[in-house]
């Protein structure tokens, strides 16, 4: 009635499920099936970014074919511009493909790259995240902090003097982009000034790795040391605790 089907073999009970999970190796290289992020662009084209390349899938093979010029680049964020050209955040920097996203394959496609960073992990001017913000999109560069990308060109937005080590990126509604960086806690930023809120205090000199909120408002925030769970007007309370999430 489930609509699976239980099998018994000389190894023990075997279920089948038609609808479960099933998991697919990018590669055979073992970096390459490290996924850092997955993104669905306005074709249904599915990309990963992985510790070592960007792959697009191939809906019929079911196989993840590589985009060639991006084969050695630790992949971090994706994100499709107006013009539907894919943007990339890596550890070498910010590119823009050449080539609009359409329903043809992309392993040939070459990108534009606007920043630069050394290519490792934790150095400046890897992009670590990207969001789109009041119909503009903004970059998270590791060591320089958050950039705008418009027109072509890169500048910065925040902050204006000392460098900051921003990580994650989420745009809360039209209103503010929250920031979350690996020293300064949570940032919120109004697209000309920024603010710390005291009731995020508690993250202060804490990796911010991810932030989302959810339809009732609640703030969910992912951490070096767990995930934590922030009620509008309430404090935030753990979830996942010892955990770098």
């Known amino acids: 009635r489930e609509g699976v089907i239980w099998f018994g073999t000389d190894r023990g009970v075997s279920r089948f499920d038609p609808n479960a999970p099933r998991v697919e190796t990018v590669s055979s290289v073992a970096d390459s099936n490290f996924v850092r992020t997955l993104f669905q662009a306005s074709n249904r084209q599915l990309f990963a970014g992985t510790n070592r390349g960007l792959f697009v899938y191939d809906e019929k093979l079911r196989i993840w074919n590589p985009i060639e010029s991006l084969a050695r680049n630790i992949i971090y964020a994706l994100a499709e511009d107006d013009s539907h050209n894919l943007l990339v955040g890596?550890?070498?920097?910010?590119?823009?493909?050449?080539?609009?996203?359409?329903?043809n394959t992309t392993e040939a496609y070459t990108f534009t790259r606007l920043t630069t960073g050394s290519g490792a992990a934790d150095a400046a001017g890897g992009v670590r995240a990207i969001a789109r913000f009041r119909g503009q999109t903004f970059i998270a560069s590791f060591g320089r902090g958050v950039e705008q990308y418009q027109e072509g060109r890169i500048k910065n937005v925040w902050p204006r003097q000392a460098p900051s080590e921003v990580i994650s990126l989420f745009p809360d509604g039209d209103s503010q982009l929250i920031v979350g960086t690996v020293k300064d806690g949570i940032v919120f930023f109004d697209g000309q000034r920024s603010k710390a809120d005291p009731a995020f205090g508690e993250f202060e000199g804490v990796a911010i790795r991810s932030i989302t909120r959810t339809r009732d408002n609640t703030l969910w925030v992912a951490t070096a040391r767990g995930v934590y769970l922030c009620p509008r007007e309430k404090p935030c309370s753990v979830i996942a605790g010892s955990n770098d999430a």
């Open 90 to 103: 890596s550890a070498s920097g910010f590119y823009v493909s050449q080539q609009r996203i359409t329903g």
